[in-house]
């Protein structure tokens, strides 16, 4: 590996999962990156179409249907039933595919199209959709990520930006073993059931988004429009990435903050889950990130394990007495790992909660948690645990508001004159306002140049601000003033490259 010697690597793998575990990672380490997506059920699952075109979740990524290897295929037929043989399941749509992994655990999938209620419903999931396929580049076997269902290991990387459902916020590019830690809270959220109040739940190192997300459709389907998602990132210019990849994903209960985590104690004994993604040694990310390699040091290691620790130390006032704070870092080293965890659980007053790690494919089991390391998942490296808070909490009467939200709710525009000006996220929230403005449908060349803010006309449509979709899926606002279309895509999201 460019950067580090293999000594050290063999020395740092050693370190964390023995010697044997080590050599068979170290090979992994000079494969490229794996490829993953997370799909948005809220808006890739629907029981109704914004427009009549079919409802492809990938439709940009152009190329032959999904395909499952042969041990997945085999898996998904007997889940799905007699309506599916072998022959059709070697080469499934996508739809049918999350179908069957969602049929595992007898969940059921988001909805998108009609009225808030109809997407939601009261329970908070929704209406399958009927199967559809997913044109992915062809040849690339595609494959489930074991602990999300909404997962999908790609076996090449598409060119993202040029996809419109990319820019619609239909799926979230993030990698597989980073969404363990939505599967952990996902395992957890039982205990939350019935408080009588809104869930409330902090995200506490969120940028660029990849959690806050996964962690927005797991509460709305679990819960409903019963939870509240605090996303915070300290650093200001990760926390406008964050802001956008909130509003692209169209979750309205996400509240976006830049805070230093001390300033999350005023809200003593506020949330009931917590999930700290801490700032690490980055020893996961050295295949995938030049920088990690570069920045790695023992001392490094040590400063960034003394920092996660004042990171715990700062925020666990806000956790309430029985809530849950998931820990996770994207290194194996112990010191930031279970050392810092067995810290938390004596210090700070927690226990460990048990969870058997090595049910879930590839995992190795530490002693307080579990480490995912390439070689045996596909993914980066990983490490996660969940601690129950045991010690006493006080309470507030005060809200997130006090700590200056960069983003609340969703703002539908803003007036000018007797008009209102609608705001881009109203067209990308999960609930958009499709009975309340026409809608147009553009094809991808037309859609890119609206992403690019190019100007884009189509004749007979009606005067007046229209929602333009591709596939179905909201892409923004134009106005309409006659002879032209005002494009009114932002410009800090438009596609920067040349068309």
Not at 113 to 136: H, V
Not at 214 to 221: C, G, I, P, T, V
Not at 233 to 252: F, H, I, K, Q
Not at 338 to 346: F, K, T
Request: glycine letters at 10%; aromatic letters at 8%; one cysteine or more.
């Amino acid at each position: 590996m460019q950067g580090l010697d293999d000594g050290v690597l063999m020395d740092i793998l050693s370190r964390a999962v023995g010697p044997d575990r080590a050599r068979t990672a170290f090979p992994a380490f000079f494969l490229p990156p794996s490829v993953s997506i997370r799909i948005n059920p809220f808006k890739c699952f629907a029981s109704e179409r914004i427009t009549s075109t079919p409802l492809h979740p990938l439709g940009g990524l152009r190329g032959g249907p999904l395909r499952l290897p042969e041990s997945q295929s085999s898996e998904l037929s007997q889940l799905s039933g007699p309506g599916l043989s072998p022959a059709t399941a070697q080469e499934v749509s996508g739809s049918s595919a999350l179908k069957a992994v969602a049929n595992e655990d007898n969940a059921t999938l988001g909805t998108r199209g009609g009225t808030g209620a109809e997407r939601s419903g009261a329970s908070g999931g929704a209406e399958r959709s009927e199967a559809s396929e997913w044109p992915l580049p062809s040849g690339t076997e595609c494959k489930i990520v074991p602990w999300n269902r909404y997962g999908v290991m790609l076996g090449e990387r598409p060119r993202f930006v040029m996809d419109p459902l990319f820019h619609a916020g239909c799926y979230y590019v993030q990698d597989s073993s980073a969404m363990v830690v939505g599967h952990m809270v996902r395992e957890h959220l039982d205990r939350f059931e019935g408080l009588g109040r809104p869930v409330r739940v902090l995200d506490l190192c969120a940028a660029p988004g990849g959690k806050t997300t996964d962690l927005a459709a797991s509460l709305r389907e679990r819960f409903s429009d019963g939870f509240q998602l605090v996303a915070n990132e300290v650093m200001r210019g990760r926390a406008s990435v964050l802001c956008d990849n909130v509003a692209v994903w169209g979750d309205p209960n996400v509240i976006v903050t830049s805070c230093d985590p001390k300033a999350f104690a005023k809200l003593e004994g506020y949330f009931d889950i917590i999930v700290t993604d801490v700032p690490c040694s980055g020893e996961g990310m050295f295949r995938k990130d030049p920088k990690a390699v570069e920045d790695w040091s023992p001392e490094a290691v040590n400063l960034c394990a003394a920092r996660q620790k004042r990171i715990l130390a700062d925020v666990w006032p806000a956790l309430r007495q029985g809530g849950l704070l998931v820990y996770s870092t994207c290194t194996f080293e112990e010191a930031e790992n279970d050392s810092n965890v067995e810290w938390a659980a004596s210090e700070l007053g927690a226990e460990v909660i048990e969870y058997d790690y090595s049910s879930l494919p590839g995992v190795i089991p530490t002693r307080t948690g579990g480490l995912l390391v390439p070689g045996f998942v596909e993914g980066e490296g990983q490490f996660v645990s969940v601690l129950g808070k045991t010690s006493p909490s006080g309470s507030t009467r005060l809200e997130p508001g006090i700590l200056h939200p960069l983003r609340s709710g969703l703002e539908k525009g803003v007036m000018k004159g007797k008009d209102l000006v609608p705001s881009a996220d109203w067209a990308l929230s999960i609930f958009p306002p499709v009975d309340q403005y026409p809608t147009v449908e553009l094809d991808r060349e037309t859609s890119l140049k609206f992403l690019h803010r190019d100007g884009i006309f189509i004749e007979g449509q009606p005067e007046g601000f229209l929602i333009v979709c591709h596939e179905g899926h909201p892409l923004g606002f134009v106005k309409n003033i006659g002879r032209r279309w005002n494009n009114l895509h932002p410009q800090n999201r438009r596609i920067r490259i040349d068309l």
